[in-house]
T-cell receptor
Framework: GNSVTQMEGPVTLSEEAFLTINCTYTATGYPSLFWYVQYPGEGLQLLLKATKADDKGSNKGFEATYRKETTSFHLEKGSVQVSDSAVYFCALRSGGSYIPTFGRGTSLIVHP | DGGITQSPKYLFRKEGQNVTLSCEQNLNHDAMYWYRQDPGQGLRLIYYSQIVNDFQKGDIAEGYSVSREKKESFPLTVTSAQKNPTAFYLC??????????????????FGEGSRLTVL
């Protein structure tokens, strides 16, 4: 079956530090890959996505590249802000499946 | 604006009571989902529906029930049989991946969540 593994948190950084949150997956076929962000007390929002190998998704300074050879979709940001503090979920959907597969989430805490 | 509306945002329940969480979407999506989230935990799927008048159990359906009488609505009832119902509940919707729309990538759209506390 499909699975998503992301690094455990919390990840604690100082403002303006470089961020990487690792995400690897196993899936049948050619999945679409997603990063969602959840701010405290809110629902999840789509942060970025990639639908085929070597695609780069980007939004709000965050980037992730669909690496089929390493089955990875690592999230990066060059300079984090306090407002980026949230929980980040990596996810995939494969084939015609109605059911996405989510990672367990990684909490990011950014200190001033 | 199109989106998903969950209500109420906060709900308190006495033990032994059933409660119903509302989820309405105006995105014209076929598929709808209910997830449960506990502190420090990921998302666990309760029920999902691919189309009106059809729904399937997810990983943790025991103690919950749903209906899908209209495309826009997918209410979740937390019954007294659910032994530990205190949690954050998230509703979501999507089009199926590969539905034929040029820009469809199958992402989920989430509501703001409902926090249920059992007193």
């Amino acid at each position: 079956g499909n699975s998503v593994t992301q690094m455990e948190g919390p990840v604690t950084l100082s403002e303006e530090a470089f961020l990487t949150i690792n995400c690897t997956y196993t899936a049948t076929g050619y999945p679409s890959l997603f990063w969602y962000v959840q701010y405290p007390g809110e629902g999840l929002q789509l942060l970025l996505k990639a639908t085929k190998a070597d695609d780069k998704g980007s939004n709000k300074g965050f980037e992730a590249t669909y690496r089929k050879e390493t089955t990875s979709f690592h999230l990066e940001k060059g300079s984090v802000q306090v407002s980026d503090s949230a929980v980040y979920f990596c996810a995939l959907r494969s084939g015609g499946s109605y059911i996405p597969t989510f990672g367990r989430g990684t909490s990011l805490i950014v200190h001033p | 604006d199109g989106g998903i509306t969950q209500s109420p945002k906060y709900l308190f329940r006495k033990e032994g009571q059933n409660v119903t969480l509302s989820c309405e979407q105006n995105l014209n999506h076929d598929a709808m989902y209910w997830y449960r989230q506990d502190p420090g935990q990921g998302l666990r799927l309760i029920y999902y529906s691919q189309i009106v008048n059809d729904f399937q159990k997810g990983d943790i359906a025991e103690g919950y029930s749903v209906s899908r009488e209209k495309k826009e609505s997918f209410p979740l009832t937390v019954t007294s049989a659910q032994k530990n119902p205190t949690a954050f509940y998230l509703c979501a919707s999507s089009t199926p991946r590969g539905s034929g729309r040029a820009l469809n990538t199958g992402e989920l759209f989430f509501g703001e969540g409902s926090r249920l506390t059992v007193l």
